[in-house]
């Protein structure tokens, strides 16, 4: 396959995303996906309304009962953080209402970022750990002496064998298994998220979203800028909806994007 179809660099979200289902809906299966955004405005993706509200309506419709919100949420909270007050909080309102969370069906096995900010092997003795909060730690030590941290602790793991490597045909969570992060320059930082199979249709625009807005916590948490996101794919296929009912958005998405009707993240009709 060519190389350039499994490679998707945009500025903004919207076309990134509507490329990388395209490309998805015509080959049925991509090994790997590779889809980079790098465009961003106050730490936050450039979207496009109208290819956002297209996503919604028909993951509705298609009673996959899923919202691009819904499943941005799963990576970051971000309904929950206040920029104006100590991350510490936002912590502590997450870990409260985790429980709650949890109780929904999609949520059984535990979500992205409770891994994140409370990682626990099965049976550990160990105090869970806050990935996110050492990584921020280690980062700000190493910018008050002008320095950059060692890349390579800059990760956080979501995958747990002692939870997740089970004989289940079919488990779901998590698709997401790492996520890292990458000093870009002298100020901008780069968060990328690893998944072994990634829904396109049902999940990967949420995705997007929520490592972006991942990106921005991490981002201000050290008065950084977030300037890109990368998201790979091991596997990437459309999800359970069938494919004939996502014809008609294949087509305004196709009409949209051949017709060049999109210019810097404007909607021209």
Same mark, same amino acid.
């Given at each position: 396959?060519? /190389?350039?179809? /499994?490679?998707?660099?945009?500025? /903004?979200?919207?076309?990134?995303? +509507? ?13 790997? =996906? ?13 979207? &496009?309304?109208?290819?956002?509200? +297209?996503?919604?309506? *028909? ?20 309904? @929950? ?24 069906? !999609?949520? !059984? ?7 994140? &900010? ?6 550990? *003795? !160990? ?10 730690? =280690? ?12 890349? +390579?602790? @800059? ?33 901008? =930082? &780069? ?7 990634? $829904? ?7 995705? $997007?979203?929520?490592?972006?807005? =991942? ?55």
């Amino acid at each position: 396959m060519n /190389n350039n179809f /499994n490679y998707i660099t945009e500025e /903004n979200l919207s076309i990134g995303w +509507s490329k990388a289902f395209l490309r998805v809906m015509e080959a049925k299966e991509i090994s790997p =996906l590779v889809v980079s955004i790098t465009g961003f405005e106050g730490n936050e993706p450039i979207e &496009i309304s109208e290819i956002r509200d +297209s996503v919604n309506s *028909t993951l509705i419709e298609n009673n996959t009962k899923l919202t691009i919100d819904r499943v941005a949420n799963t990576i970051f909270p971000a309904s @929950l953080w206040n920029k104006n007050i100590p991350r510490q909080k936002l912590y502590e309102r997450y870990l409260r209402v985790f429980g709650r969370i949890k109780k929904d069906s !999609h949520n !059984h096995y535990g979500l992205y970022f409770q891994r994140l &900010i409370a990682y626990q092997p099965k049976e550990s *003795t !160990h105090k869970p750990v806050n990935q996110l909060d050492q990584i921020i730690e =280690l980062w700000s030590e190493r910018m008050e002496v002008n320095k950059n941290p060692r890349r +390579s602790a @800059l990760q956080a793991a979501v995958y747990d064998p002692t939870r997740d490597l089970t004989k289940q045909p079919v488990r779901g969570f998590p698709c997401l298994q790492q996520v890292a992060f990458a000093p870009c320059g002298r100020d901008g =930082l &780069i968060v990328t998220g690893f998944y072994a199979m990634q $829904y396109i249709f049902e999940r990967a625009y949420g995705n $997007y979203l929520g490592l972006c807005r =991942l990106g921005e916590f991490i981002a201000t948490q050290l008065g950084l800028k977030l300037v890109q996101m990368n998201c790979i794919s091991n596997i990437a296929v459309l999800g359970k909806t069938k494919i004939g009912a996502l014809r008609p958005l294949e087509k305004q998405l196709s009409d949209m994007l051949t017709a060049n009707l999109v210019t810097n993240g404007v909607v021209r009709f």
